[in-house]
């Protein structure tokens, strides 16, 4: 508590901080091929030994510069939360997998091992579980839980913003089949690869999770699902839901209760 009246007191004032942001350039083995990210870092990242980070994924047709570009308080949040972020490339439409249809695109093996073992190499970072979390918006709120269900070894909390959590209604859409296949044709691989059917790999409180979605998004029914099915398994979670839709307006403001979210759970931890 008294930290966060710190944070609030010197907003307050205006007292002036400025967090770093570098584009860098990372290589993927997996994919034979330089990667761009952001990395933003606090100003005073200097004085500390080691930093608690937030992987923050982008949406399909998106890139690595779209939280920057788009949302001014990603940067605020290093200064004010005292965390790095880091905001990777993710392909147009990846869908943060290593897709089964094309060996060109393997986009977790990535995320999840290449760019953290990256970050970690070239920052002060905390290098466990619990200094790391992820999420997103829309295909990155996917890419956020399918990555961090799936190496609960790499991260300790995750989220996800106005997530396609269940890829199954949508069979058409944002290049999935070309990640996996048609579902027509490959509908035991569209049941492997959704979130909402991955709830098995979870244990209460293995992540600390924090799902949002606007009452006007098209997602937003399948993220009450997979509430719904988080409550019936006993897998302790934030859900929050208001009004709004599937848009930069939303994740303005989504992000902010997200990296708290974040920075709360570092701070346990």
Known sequence: MKKLLVIFFLLACGVAQAAKVDT?????????????????RPDNYADKAEWPVVYLLHGHG??????VKNVKYVQDAADQLQMMIVCPDGGVSSWYWDSPEDASWKYETYVAGEL???VDANYKTRKDAKGRGITGLSMGGHGAL??????????????????????????NNWNMAKRLGTQAEQPERWDKYTVINMLHLL???????????????FFYKVNENLHKELLYRGIPHD??????????????????????FMHNFFDRK
């Open 24 to 40: 860098v350039d990372t290589y993927s083995n997996a994919m034979k091929k330089n990667i761009k990210a952001v990395v933003i």
């Open 62 to 67: 998106g890139s690595y510069n779209n939280w």
């Open 116 to 118: 953290v073992k990256w």
């Open 146 to 171: 399918y990555l961090a269900f799936r190496h609960q070894d790499v991260f300790g909390t995750a989220g996800s913003m106005s997530g396609g959590v269940d890829i199954r209604p949508y069979p």
């Open 203 to 217: 244990t209460p409180n293995s992540l600390a999770l924090i799902i949002d979605c606007g009452t006007e998004d």
């Open 239 to 260: 859900y929050l839901t208001r009004p709004g839709a599937h848009n930069w307006d939303y994740w303005n403001n989504a992000v902010q209760y997200q990296l708290l």
